[in-house]
């Protein structure tokens, strides 16, 4: 479905992939923030924010008829280096289980603030869904 890409002579990269190649129909989801269905932020701890954000990542995604293992690219952007380092744990807990693998092309880019005042991270993701995994579902 996907291949996550490692130029020879690379060390594999730790939670992420250098690049990813796919073929399909592409999924394009916004920068999700760590509020919920009703546009509440349910918590002002970066991590349960970070959570939050890749379970609307999925949530998105299905609409889409997507699973998470077609995401191929993710771009943070975290208000704090510091609090999302802190918050690593927690984090790589809740992506194994709501995301599962680390094959997807990913950046993290600090910037000054959200639009969002209460928000603490948003996520931007990209997917390919295979075409014979829509054909399926039709």
Known sequence: MKKALLPA?????RGYANGVAAVGTQIYIAGQIGWDENARFTSREFGAQAVQALRNIVAVLEAA??????????????????EYLASLKEIGAAFREL?????????????????????KVEIEAT????????????
């Open 9 to 13: 002579g690379w060390v594999k990269p």
């Open 65 to 82: 008829g997507g699973k998470p293992e077609h995401l191929v690219r993710m771009t943070w952007y975290v208000t704090d280096k510091k």
């Open 99 to 119: 995301i599962g693998d680390y094959d997807i092309a990913m950046s993290a880019i600090q910037v000054v603030a959200l639009m969002e005042d209460e928000a």
């Open 127 to 138: 997917a390919v869904i295979p075409d014979d995994a829509r054909l399926s579902k039709q």
